[in-house]
């Protein structure tokens, strides 16, 4: 999409979150993406835009204004047998506001769709860079109890919860994490939360 349209001025910034850059070195190195990609080890980009799981895009038009919030897309349908969503609409949606054909949300409407941070959600990104910085100081035990908090707080904060998996020796794509969302869906919640093209 970024190689389609970046003659219309369109740019991609790739962030992942994941505490360690070798751990996501080889899926970039594979992906050999055309444009920028970042390690975001601080969750700082999630915690600034309020993202709770991935994939999050948001649109920023070029003065720097959010006219499309917090959104889930992919690329293509690889894993529609997973998501059950489907890639097209919001291709669809993108491609015509970036060539112009199409308005972005106005300003009010992505107001009454930005999900904005609860003080619970707050706190649990507290709880987990505190964690995150006794992990990093050898804490385990104290480290794991943040986490745990941070995870009750918000639970719907996969960005979180899964983010600690891997400083707890836990696979963030293996067998836990599909536990993980399993019992969250099961308890009759969604683990995507995609935008209407309406």
């Not at 895009?57 to 070029?62: A, G, H, K, V």
């Not at 769709?113 to 992990?135: N, S």
């Not at 794991?144 to 707890?168: C, K, N, Q, S, Y």
């Amino acid at each position: 999409m970024y190689d389609e349209l970046r003659e219309f001025g369109f740019a991609v910034l790739a962030v992942a979150f994941d505490k360690d850059p070798e751990d996501v070195r080889p899926w970039i190195e594979l992906a050999e993406p055309s444009y920028p990609c970042v390690i975001d080890s601080r969750h700082v980009v999630a915690d600034l835009y309020n993202m709770v799981n991935v994939p999050t895009i948001l649109w920023i038009d070029e003065q720097g204004r959010i006219v499309r919030p917090n959104d889930v897309a992919f690329g293509d349908n690889t894993w529609q047998h997973i998501t059950h969503l489907d890639a097209a609409p919001h291709a669809r949606a993108l491609r015509a506001w970036v060539r112009g054909e199409a308005s972005a949300f106005s300003a009010e409407k992505v107001r009454s769709l930005q999900k904005l941070p609860t003080p619970a959600d707050q706190l649990a990104r507290a709880e987990f860079i505190l964690g995150q910085w006794l992990y990093e100081r050898g804490q385990f035990a104290a480290a794991a109890r943040h986490f745990d908090r941070a995870g009750e707080l918000a639970p719907h904060d996969f960005t979180i919860r899964r983010g600690t998996m891997a400083m707890r020796g836990l696979d963030p794509t293996g067998p836990d994490f599909f536990a993980m969302t399993k019992a969250w869906r099961a308890a009759g919640n969604a683990y995507y939360h995609p935008l209407s093209e309406e």
